[in-house]
């Protein structure tokens, strides 16, 4: 006698397809959220390479500022008047610059704005493009003037020889700069930080709050902080 070959119901397609389709969505949902938290990984750390990058230069620059060879500018010959003031800053509606004249240690960046040759005991003198040579006992210190501007959107950067401002960053929120204020002239410690200081003499360190934007907006801005202190006293 034949037994009887039974398949599968309707319901029972029907119940299979279900558990089916829920899987493959359960296992969909993860790859969709593993490419998302993915994604915005890479989008912070692609702000997180941008801030480093910026907040370094800007940190190497402000150390260096004011830094004009062994002798201070009261000893340094020809010495342009912009010297008196190595940091500066201006605000004017939504844009902010930062003016640094510092150091050139790198002499990797062109020609430098100006040179002080010195024999660092008594002797300085200041020289606005290319000086002569050293005499023997003599150093020069190339000098430059950077300034930071933020508008648009963006960071850039400037020169007295190179006037055209070049894009350090796009995606840029807010560049907000303050000073960290001594209570005396003679005090090394900061007691306050204050965004426009009248008497930059007590003038300390340089706070730099850099906020970064995602263009795809796959993470929240990101608030990058750095403060570097002046190793050469203003005013």
Not at 137 to 145: D, E, K, M, N, Y
Not at 210 to 225: A, C, H, I, K, M
């Amino acid at each position: 006698m034949k037994r009887r070959v039974r398949g599968f119901s309707l319901v029972e397609m029907l119940v299979a397809l279900a558990v089916g389709l829920m899987l493959v969505l359960g296992g969909s949902q993860v790859v969709i959220s593993t490419r998302m938290t993915y994604s915005s990984q890479l989008a912070a750390t692609v702000l997180q390479d941008d801030a480093r990058f910026v907040l370094g230069k800007l940190t190497q620059d402000i150390r260096q500022a004011g830094m004009f060879g062994c002798l201070t500018t009261a000893f340094i010959e020809e010495a342009p008047a912009t010297l008196e003031r190595p940091v500066g800053w201006s605000r004017s509606g939504d844009a902010t610059a930062l003016t640094l004249i510092t150091a050139d240690v790198g002499k990797g960046g062109g020609k430098p704005d100006w040179t002080v040759a010195s024999d660092c005991r008594t002797v300085a003198r200041a020289y606005a493009g290319t000086p002569p040579a050293p005499t023997p006992g003599q150093v020069h210190f190339a000098l430059r003037q950077l300034t930071y501007t933020y508008e648009s959107g963006q960071l850039k950067v400037s020169t007295p020889a190179a006037p055209a401002k070049a894009v350090l960053i796009d995606n840029v929120g807010a560049f907000d700069i303050s000073f960290g204020m001594a209570a005396k002239p003679a005090s090394t410690g900061v007691v306050r930080y204050d965004s426009n200081p009248a008497d930059e003499s007590l003038i300390r360190s340089v706070r730099v709050l850099l906020t970064l934007q995602d263009p795809t907006g796959r993470v929240r801005d990101q608030t990058y902080s750095v403060v570097a202190a002046l190793r050469n006293r203003q005013g």
